[in-house]
């Protein structure tokens, strides 16, 4: 099986990534799981703009790279560290919107509590401390992250969100740049009216969190 259906989803919302202006040329990668034992993930050294599903790497979970003419991901580690840590997860997006990553540069936090959309979808997003990019150090700190929450801000890096698809992953870092656009305008605008903890334990509920 060539997975022709979900190479081409794969890189349709990597190219939609760069189009919403949530990536760079060479920056981000998505993966997605395919069965019990491989991923389709983005590779190193392409244009993420124009990117094909001709384009999109196959590796085992083992950390095997079934594509040897592509070259793999740096954070192909990082996503298999969360695949293995968490069976739920069947899509992982990770990029560098500019808003979002301004949260993981100070100690301000990205606030979640300003419209019900963001405290429906994220909750509140996850820390995780710093470490080199491409690292065993950095896959492990990030896949800790993910046990508890699916929208994560890795210290002066990026985001990650995953998800039970690639819509869903998608969505949450759309809407958590969306969340830090909002939280940079309020603190611009001063006095801000946020969501009542009633309204916020109703959503929660709602949602089932």
Not at 135 to 142: F, M, Q, R, S, Y
């Amino acid at each position: 099986m060539n997975f022709r259906d979900e190479k081409n989803e794969v890189a349709y919302f990597m190219r939609r990534l760069y189009e919403q202006r949530l990536t760079t040329t060479s920056g981000g990668n998505i993966s997605l799981r395919i069965g019990d034992d491989k991923i389709l993930i983005t590779p190193s050294a392409l244009d993420k703009g124009r990117i094909s599903p001709e384009q999109i790497g196959v590796t085992a979970l083992s950390g095997d790279n079934l594509t040897p003419h592509l070259k793999p991901s740096i954070e192909t580690g990082m996503h298999l560290a969360i695949y293995r840590r968490r069976s739920d997860i069947k899509a992982v997006v990770h990029a560098h919107p500019v808003a979002a990553t301004a949260f993981t540069l100070c100690p301000h936090q990205l606030n979640c509590r300003l419209v019900a959309e963001s405290r429906a979808v994220l909750g509140q997003p996850v820390y995780a401390p710093y470490a080199l990019m491409g690292t065993a150090e950095l896959a492990e700190i990030v896949a800790d992250a993910v046990l508890q929450g699916d929208s994560i801000l890795m210290a002066n890096h990026g985001v990650l969100t995953v998800g039970r698809s690639l819509l869903e992953a998608f969505d949450r870092i759309e809407i958590l740049e969306a969340a830090a656009r909002l939280t940079v305008l309020t603190k611009l605008l001063g006095t801000v009216e946020e969501l009542s903890p009633a309204q916020l334990a109703a959503i929660d509920a709602l949602v089932g969190r």
